[in-house]
């Protein structure tokens, strides 16, 4: 891919045939948005999550996946959540913005939790999303040889599908499991009318994702978390993502996280105050991917509000 744009042949087949992949991968790699912090981030797959911080959490944060590769995937995500009141339910809202070459996808997330308690340290929480997909394809970044093609006359501006998902989350103080399905709905993209014999080409898939994390404490100042993210839709490769972090002084964060088969990444983080936390994770590809581009990265920064007083630092998950 040169010169910010993609090569498509004169054939409708070959033009049918690239779309497609480029669509597929949109779809099972960017639909439900890849993010290397995704043990601060458990809210954008999870929405049982919701409030389980015990404060208003604001969280923002920017991916650039394989810098210099043109077109490569970049995604932006705003959320916050946060309990209401002293009842045993947390809200949450989400803004997703996930782009790949011509197609570019926004989403907005409502996040509802119901949370129990299942003995003294341990609390169960439910969660159901409801959210709202609006997908635009530009032809016009296309460099197609055939000007005249009917598959490229008409680019698809905010096409809207609504979508539910549901999540569990049960956790304590020092460790969690949860498991969700963020999107319900098998939600075809687009529609080909132009040619009966092809229904849709893209679809989107039922995603599972199983996150687990566990706090050990190595002395008073040392705390080692090790977590676990794996994903899995039909027609793809199991996703599994396993992070070690080192959190030290209650301020400084140092790990690393490997992606099966696909990344290595280095992952530090900074709790600035109370309230404020800024973090950095890099990812370098290891496989045949690693040639033609010099990486991933991630920034976040997370914003708290305590209501109790006595909280002397956030939790760190």
């Known amino acids: 891919m040169k010169n910010n744009s993609f090569n498509i042949g004169k054939n409708k087949v070959v033009f049918t045939v690239l779309l497609t992949m480029l669509l597929m991968h949109f779809s099972y790699a960017q639909q439900d948005a890849q993010f290397t912090n995704y043990m601060y981030n458990t809210l954008s797959f999870n929405p049982a999550y919701a ?23 970049t995604t932006n995500a705003l959320s916050y959540h946060s309990p209401i009141g002293s009842s045993k339910v947390g809200v949450g809202l989400s803004f997703l913005n996930d782009a790949i070459g011509p197609v570019e996808e926004n989403l907005v997330s409502l996040d509802f939790s119901y949370t129990i308690n299942t003995s003294y340290n341990y609390k169960l929480a439910f969660g159901l999303r409801a ?6 394809v530009d032809f016009t970044k296309l460099n197609i040889f055939n000007p ?17 998902g549901v999540g569990l989350f049960w ?13 319900l709905f098998e939600t075809s993209h687009i529609n080909r009318d132009l040619n009966s014999s092809v229904s ?9 994702h199983l996150t687990a994390g ?7 100042d040392i705390v080692f978390k090790p977590a676990l993210l794996t994903k899995f839709v039909s027609g793809a490769p199991l996703q599994v993502d396993v992070s070690a972090n080192f959190q030290m002084y209650d301020r400084f964060t140092l790990g690393a ?3 099966v088969d696909a990344a290595v990444s280095f992952l530090t983080g900074f709790q600035i105050n109370r309230n404020w ?28 509000v305590f209501r109790n007083t006595n909280v002397k630092a956030p939790r760190f998950f």
């Open 257 to 259: 996280s490997y992606r």
């Open 214 to 220: 566990y706090l050990f404490d190595l002395s008073q």
């Open 51 to 73: 409030g389980s911080r015990g404060s208003s959490s604001f969280y923002l944060s920017q991916r650039s996946q394989w810098v210099g590769i043109d077109g490569a995937p």
């Open 148 to 164: 005249g093609d009917a598959l490229a006359q008409n680019n698809i501006n905010n096409r809207f599908s609504p979508n539910i």
């Open 171 to 183: 956790y304590s103080e020092n460790n969690y499991i949860g498991f969700s399905i963020p999107n």
């Open 200 to 208: 849709a080409v893209s679809k989107e898939r039922l995603h599972y």
């Open 131 to 136: 959210s709202a997909h609006m997908l635009n």
């Open 277 to 304: 936390m800024l973090g950095y994770s890099y990812d370098f590809d290891t496989n045949n991917l690693s040639t033609y581009n010099s990486g991933s990265h991630e920034v976040f920064l997370r914003y708290e």
